[in-house]
């Protein structure tokens, strides 16, 4: 298994550097084509109806603005790539979350930046991740705010026997493949036997693919605070993990880990719902 078709999505507001060259590395090393994607939803100004002609001028020149980003967002996505790949192209003028489950359609994996967090403040212009994740049927990998480097060398995969969590798994094959280590964590307020057979099982699946794993677990009430301080223990670039939804509105309420990862801007995260 490999990746063959990326997708990168670009906040029309920038920055788009280290999501850019997180996803063209990835891409060249499963050989893949890379589609740089960008999608952003003009206001309509709210004015009464003495001012209904002023709102439209308005609008039509924030899409026109919009536009004119997007050339040049084109411009500097291919500058970073520089020919590395092969790439391809897609903006439109739609809100952002939507859009980009849209065109994950065409794609293995989707890449994104999160500057926000879990919950984006301007849902016109930046894609909301907490959305995006639990709809888009595609694994997504958020880049950290401070990835300078190839993401996965070493990767903690945080483990929980659910549906999410194996599909994860599956998903970031490629990725725990080409890593150097890999550490296979369950933490929870009680460690029995069921979860120790469990986090086995996985670390003997990864084995059959090749991936080299080790287990560790922790007993801890504090679920989240104690997985970020185990992978920031590992020096660990990327944790891989399912994301949890808890409503039939999956994509407005999900799990308090997928959140609160999602709000540690600075890792790597790797999700499937």
């Known amino acids: 298994m490999s990746y063959k078709s990326i997708l990168v999505n670009l906040d029309i507001d920038g920055p788009i550097v280290p999501v850019v060259k997180a996803a063209s590395e990835l891409a060249q090393r499963s050989n893949a084509r890379l589609t740089g994607f960008c999608a952003a939803d003009a206001y309509l100004p709210v004015t009464g109806a003495e001012g209904a002609e002023l709102a439209a001028q308005v609008w039509r020149q924030m899409r026109d603005d919009d536009e004119r980003r997007f050339k040049e ?65 595609r694994p997504i990998l958020v880049v950290g705010s401070d990835t300078e480097h190839r993401v996965g060398r070493k990767i903690v995969v945080a483990w929980k026997d659910t549906r999410e969590a194996r599909r994860a798994v599956a998903d970031a094959m490629p990725l725990l493949q080409a890593a150097s280590d890999v550490i296979v964590a369950t933490v929870a307020s009680v460690i029995d036997e069921w979860a120790r057979e469990s986090i086995g099982d996985v670390v003997s699946f990864l084995s059959r693919h090749g991936v080299t794993a080790r287990s560790e677990t922790v007993e801890s009430s504090r679920e989240t605070e104690s997985l970020v301080e185990l992978i920031d223990r590992h020096d660990a670039d990327l944790v891989v993990s399912g994301a949890y939804g808890h409503s039939r509105l999956r994509e407005w309420a999900f799990g308090g880990v997928t959140r609160s990862l999602l709000d540690e801007i600075r890792l790597n995260r790797f999700m499937s719902s």
């Open 73 to 137: 967002l084109r411009k500097e996505f291919e500058a970073l790539v520089a020919g590395a790949v092969e790439t391809d192209w897609r903006a439109t003028q739609e809100r952002p979350t939507y859009a980009l489950v849209q065109a994950a359609r065409i794609a293995d994996i989707v890449v994104t930046q999160a500057t926000d967090g879990a919950a984006t403040k301007d849902t016109a212009r930046r894609v909301d991740p907490g959305s995006a994740v639990l709809q888009l049927g």
